[in-house]
T-cell receptor
Framework: DVKVTQSSRYLVKRTGEKVFLECVQD?????MFWYRQDPGLGLRLIYF???????EKGDIPEGYSVSREKKERFSLILESASTNQTSMYLC?????????FGQGTRLTVV | AQTVTQSQPEMSVQEAETVTLSCTYD???????LFWYKQPPSRQMILVIR??????QNATENRFSVNFQKAAKSFSLKISDSQLGDAAMYFC???????????????FGKGTKLSVIP
């Protein structure tokens, strides 16, 4: 079974903190994604990566950065967390025909 | 970026009945995939069904089937014999090709929340 693992299920951080969300996949997929999910807005793409050290901005990259130093790991970084970044964050990895998702990280910024 | 539209934010269905969830998309491509994903309350998103645009036959997976109308850019999901476990958010998705590397990014609709009434 393909497994995509996100490091935390729930996180509470303070405004201004630097936050790292980690994602690891075990299927040697080249493509990895970070989405943000908010009620009524669906899933919005923050960043994606199609290879090690390669990254592309999605629809809402402002306030975020990413890192992909190894093929299996894709990290989302909130440089200075703000309350409007309180959300559910979903990581995914994919082949050309299917995407596999992690369980999600519920981030609350207070 | 392409757009994916799900016009039904919420729907409900009686157990054992049939329900159809709607999705339309916009693309200029001729060959592509389309996906329906399910997100149960536990939040793990899973693939329900996949359609290849060049195939005329509608995809079917057990109780789940699609009605794919390529000219109309419509891709609806039909759930037959609905079960309590079908209650979830359902997302339609289109892979927007990122030509720079031959890969793609998935564009999702806003989702339809399906409730199943016992």
């Amino acid at each position: 079974d393909v497994k995509v693992t996100q490091s935390s299920r729930y996180l509470v951080k303070r405004t201004g903190e630097k936050v790292f969300l980690e994602c690891v996949q075990d299927m040697d997929h080249e493509n990895m994604f970070w989405y943000r999910q908010d009620p009524g807005l669906g899933l919005r793409l923050i960043y994606f990566s199609y290879d090690v050290k390669m990254k592309e901005k999605g629809d809402i990259p402002e306030g975020y950065s990413v890192s992909r130093e190894k093929k299996e790991r894709f990290s989302l970084i909130l440089e200075s967390a703000s309350t409007n970044q309180t959300s559910m964050y979903l990581c995914a990895s994919s082949t050309n025909t299917e995407a596999f998702f992690g369980q999600g990280t519920r981030l609350t910024v207070v | 970026a392409q757009t994916v539209t799900q016009s039904q934010p919420e729907m409900s269905v009686q157990e054992a009945e049939t329900v159809t969830l709607s999705c339309t998309y916009d693309t200029s491509e001729s060959d592509y995939y389309l996906f329906w994903y399910k997100q149960p309350p536990s939040r793990q998103m899973i693939l329900v069904i996949r359609q290849e645009a060049y195939k005329q036959q509608n995809a079917t997976e057990n109780r789940f089937s699609v009605n794919f109308q390529k000219a109309a850019k419509s891709f609806s999901l039909k759930i037959s014999d609905s079960q309590l476990g079908d209650a979830a958010m359902y997302f339609c998705a289109y892979p927007d090709v990122f030509s720079g590397a031959g890969s793609y990014q998935l564009t999702f609709g806003k989702g339809t929340k399906l409730s199943v009434i016992p």
